[in-house]
């Protein structure tokens, strides 16, 4: 099955500093990727939809300077948390919609990011 | 716009018990349903899936059926395992649309 994979796995960092997240689609083509954060006890939260080659789409309330998105290729997208703060810790998980014809409308999760904001 | 609705948790069940786990949906258009599974510290797993009314799911022993008369997808298994504790997801994708739309998940525990 389509496999979509993170970096890292847990990331800790100072506060005031940047943080990358990689996501990628190892053995399909995502034209689209979308990155989720998680709170606690809670469900997953859309921040934004990345097609590759175009700006990322957020949605409402999420600050685009704060998560830059870079969907540079078809297997590949980052996501960087600037100047990050305490409350930006969370579980960051992206996904990759496509993978193969009996995928249709469906999304390949990957194993999800624990970032910790000291 | 589109809404997950799945039974509050925690559920606790003894091993061998049977498991059903109630998920309802409001969609505009004919959505396709999907089960994810979350275990501790892990992203989320496609359990199983159905893409059009009275379509079945089934994976691992879990099983759920497109309703679209009760607008429905209750998850079921019918002797839990300690393996299966972990959280489910229940989502749809509206057709044509990408985003998913999730409940907001129910945690498993299963005690030997």
């Known amino acids: 099955g389509a496999v979509v994979s993170q970096h890292p796995s847990r990331v800790i960092c100072k506060s005031g500093t940047s943080v990358k997240i990689e996501c990628r689609s190892l053995?399909?083509?995502?034209?689209?990727m979308f990155w989720y954060r998680q709170f606690p006890k809670q469900s997953l939260m859309l921040m934004a939809t990345?097609?590759?080659?175009?700006?990322?789409?957020?949605e409402q309330g999420v600050e685009k300077d704060k998560f830059l998105i870079n969907h540079a290729s078809l297997t590949l997208s980052t996501l960087t948390v600037t100047s990050a703060h305490p409350e930006d810790s969370s579980f960051y998980i992206c996904?990759?919609?496509?993978?193969?014809?009996?995928?249709?409308?469906?999304?390949?999760f990957g194993p999800g990011t624990r970032l910790t904001v000291l | 716009g589109n809404s997950v609705t799945q039974m509050e948790g925690p559920v606790t069940l003894s091993e061998e018990a049977f498991l059903t786990i109630n998920c309802t949906y409001t969609?505009?258009?004919?959505?396709?349903l999907f089960w994810y599974v979350q275990y501790p510290g892990e992203g989320l797993q496609l359990l199983l899936k159905?893409?059009?009314?009275?379509d079945k799911g089934s994976n691992k022993g879990f099983e759920a059926t497109y309703r679209k008369e009760t607008t429905s997808f209750h998850l079921e298994k019918g002797s839990v395992q300690v393996s299966d504790s972990a959280v489910y997801f229940c989502a749809l994708i509206e057709g044509g649309y990408q985003k998913v739309t999730f409940g907001t998940g129910t945690k498993l525990q299963v005690i030997p």
């Open positions: 053995d399909f083509q995502a034209t689209t």
């Open positions: 969609a505009t258009g004919y959505p396709s």
């Open positions: 996904s990759a919609e496509g993978g193969g014809p009996n995928s249709y409308n469906e999304q390949f």
């Open positions: 159905a893409t059009k009314a009275d």
């Open positions: 990345s097609n590759e080659g175009s700006k990322a789409t957020y």
